[in-house]
T-cell receptor, first 116, second 107 residues
Framework: DAGITQSPRHKVTETGTPVTLRCHQTENHRYMYWYRQDPGHGLRLIHYSYGVKDTDKGEVSDGYSVSRSKTEDFLLTLESATSSQTSVYFC???????????????FGPGTRLTVL | KNEVEQSPQNLTAQEGEFITINCSYS?????LHWLQQHPGGGIVSLFM???GKKKHGRLIATINIQEKHSSLHITASHPRDSAVYICAPSEDDGLTFGKGTHLIIQP
């Protein structure tokens, strides 16, 4: 399995506070992703990165920002957390996206965030 | 946006039974992923396929690109197969995830 970790694993915070989640991978994968998982929904893409300093928005990017200053680290920031951002957040990484398909994505263990 | 439908949403079966989970999608794709989410929450990629069939142990995945349909089969099911199984068609702008099939295998 790819080495991909997330921190923290659990966090409780209050509405209006900033929150940063960290994803760290040791596979030298080029692509990294942040998803959120909510009851009644499939995983939804928040942001993704296709290289250092190269990021783009996903389906549910409002209220989130990301940064990737090193290949191994991908940070997700909630500038001012809201209760609607209570969710389980998964990070993933993959090595190669080719025209005819995508490479396997390796998922982190998830971060359970509660915004009170 | 690709519309992904999985069936059944929930399935309870007895140990040893042959299990089939279906996935249909609305937009043509380049590949499709099957994922397994353990009761503890961890997500593991099982298969990525773009045509035909793949087999890993007791798991078999098939896809019919023309009919926009894929199936995941589990032979000789075991309680440790209890998990949520998620299909995720892949397009140029990434994966679209189904809501998952919650499988419980009873001893």
């Amino acid at each position: 399995d790819a080495g991909i970790t997330q921190s923290p694993r659990h966090k409780v915070t209050e509405t209006g506070t900033p929150v940063t989640l960290r994803c760290h991978q040791t596979e030298n994968h080029r692509y990294m992703y942040w998803y959120r998982q909510d009851p009644g929904h499939g995983l939804r893409l928040i942001h993704y990165s296709y290289g250092v300093k190269d990021t783009d928005k996903g389906e549910v990017s409002d209220g989130y920002s990301v940064s990737r200053s090193k290949t191994e680290d991908f940070l997700l920031t909630l500038e001012s957390a809201t209760s609607s951002q209570t969710s389980v957040y998964f990070c993933a990484s993959s090595g190669l996206v080719i025209v005819s398909g995508t490479d396997t994505q390796y998922f982190g263990p998830g971060t359970r965030l509660t915004v009170l | 946006k690709n519309e992904v439908e999985q069936s059944p949403q929930n399935l309870t079966a007895q140990e040893g039974e042959f299990i089939t989970i279906n996935c249909s999608y609305s937009v043509g794709i380049s590949a499709l992923h099957w994922l397994q989410q353990h009761p503890g929450g961890g997500i593991v990629s099982l298969f990525m396929l773009s045509s035909g069939k793949k087999k890993h142990g007791r798991l078999i995945a098939t896809i019919n690109i023309q009919e926009k349909h894929s199936s995941l089969h589990i032979t000789a099911s075991h309680p440790r197969d209890s998990a949520v199984y998620i299909c995720a068609p892949s397009e140029d702008d990434g994966l679209t995830f189904g809501k998952g099939t919650h499988l419980i295998i009873q001893p």
